[in-house]
């Protein structure tokens, strides 16, 4: 788990294991699980009273017969999407013993990625149970309240895939055996209808449609059961800008997400490399920055060599996502720009390379996701052997990797996919020989 060296994060072996498992492994998990506090007590005896509990900083909550009353968003004039002041005090609410104090002392963050804040710091006690607070509509079918980041980037939205992943782990407790069933309803905190390239994710998780606040607008609605999951972009969140201690490398938790979402949506696995015929997939950009203009040139280059199959490989809007991970499950060597195309490496087998061609001085965004696979990491090392091109004017003089176009030295370039091969090499004969022992 952590064969280097912590670079002065850690004093001993021992807690470099301990922080990286609490920062990017189950460890992770634990720690909303052990500081669950409830803030909506429910009554004793009294199985139609309410219970809300939450993590410190509300960033996970969960419990039954919630009531949220979203009659505002019939005559709202703005569509929800990042917002905050989407419910109002007393829009939501539950029948129970109500802790304001403990509310108020987990509302600091209010940013609407980092955490349940802005919704939940509206909660008021009821009167009587949901039955008799003239509910318009009554949810019996578990739902899980998701605030999504931006469904374009495949970076951005696996975030949030992960951490509704890392959520229902969270959620799984003795008396909730069913954590992982798929007859639920998810409900995307937002008016826009959910679009996206990568919707057939939620495919692992539920069985229903996706469904937005338009379902419910206008109307006072109350959940028998309910989860608000963890959220993409929370301080000191996993996934998004997570501080990694240095040295250590596969986390479980992100190797469990990966098995997870091939074996859900039906993606067949390698079991082992061929070394014969090491698959190589080179990601070619269609934006207009960060394209390599000799990417023909470099991949004749590796064709060169028999023992590679090399495949140059588009993907867009219009590629279907479980194709692309039939594509990235068949791959054992990845190439690619920085850019989040690189996200795919999630679902690489686990003997595969990483080669982020440059990083474009953004050196840890794909090399942490890298190692937190538990995959070798490549990237480029000698910035004489690459050209910048078509530099956009205004940032020549400043930060302008992130946009450029790039010329590739073809040696150096062959030098670095050889590494990878001997990586590849090295970890097939390991599995053939644990192979054949079983």
């Known amino acids: 788990m952590c064969p280097g060296d912590s670079r002065g994060w850690s004093k001993t072996k021992d807690e470099q294991i301990a922080i990286f498992y609490n920062q990017s492994d189950f460890g992770y998990v634990r720690n909303f699980r052990n500081s669950m506090k409830t803030i909506c007590l429910p009554f004793p005896n009294d199985t139609e009273s309410s219970l809300l509990e939450c993590s410190e900083n509300l960033n996970f909550c969960r419990g039954r017969n919630l009531m949220i009353d979203f009659s505002d968003l019939k005559t709202r004039k703005s569509p929800v999407m990042y917002d905050t002041d989407v419910l109002k005090e007393g829009q939501i609410g539950g029948y129970c013993k109500f802790d304001k104090t403990l509310l108020e002392n987990n509302s600091d963050y209010l940013g609407s990625l980092q955490s349940w804040a802005p919704e939940i710091r509206n909660f008021v006690p009821l009167t009587q149970p949901i039955r008799f607070s003239q509910c318009d509509q009554i949810i019996s079918q578990p739902t899980i309240i998701m605030k999504i980041d931006a469904t374009v980037n495949m970076y951005h939205h696996f975030c949030d895939f992960f951490n509704l992943y890392a959520s229902l782990h969270v959620n799984a407790t003795t008396d909730n055996v069913d954590t992982f069933g798929k007859n639920n309803n998810i409900l995307i905190w937002r008016t826009y209808p959910y679009r996206s390239n990568f919707e057939a994710t939620f495919r692992a998780f539920t069985k229903n449609p996706i469904i937005d606040l338009n379902n419910y607008a206008g109307k006072r609605v109350c959940f028998e059961n309910f989860v608000f999951p963890l959220l993409p972009r929370m301080i000191f969140g996993l996934f998004y800008n997570t501080p990694l201690i ?187 020989h644990a192979h054949d022992e079983l």
């Not at 390698?270 to 014969?276: G, Y």
């Open 246 to 432: 240095w040295g250590c490398k596969n986390s479980g938790l992100f190797h469990a997400f990966s098995k997870f979402i091939l074996h859900r949506l039906r993606i067949d696995t390698k079991r082992l490399p061929d070394t014969k015929k090491i698959k190589i997939t080179f990601l070619s950009r269609q934006t207009s920055y960060r394209n390599v203009l000799n990417e023909n040139i470099l991949l004749d280059e590796l064709r060169k060599n028999p023992e590679l199959v090399v495949k140059k490989v588009q993907f867009s809007h219009k590629t279907d996502f479980l194709n692309q991970l039939e594509v990235i499950q068949d791959t054992d060597i990845l190439i690619g720009m920085h850019g989040a195309g690189l996200t795919h490496l999630l679902f690489l087998p686990d003997w595969a390379v990483v080669f982020e061609l440059y990083h474009c001085e953004d050196p840890n965004c794909y090399s942490d996701l890298a190692r937190q696979r538990g995959l070798k990491y490549l990237t480029w090392r000698d910035n004489t052997k690459l050209k910048y091109q078509d530099v956009k004017p205004d940032l020549e003089s400043s930060y302008f990797q992130k946009h450029a176009n790039y010329i590739f030295e073809s040696a150096e370039f062959v030098n670095i996919v050889n590494e990878g091969v001997l990586h590849v090499k090295k970890l097939a004969k390991e599995l053939n």
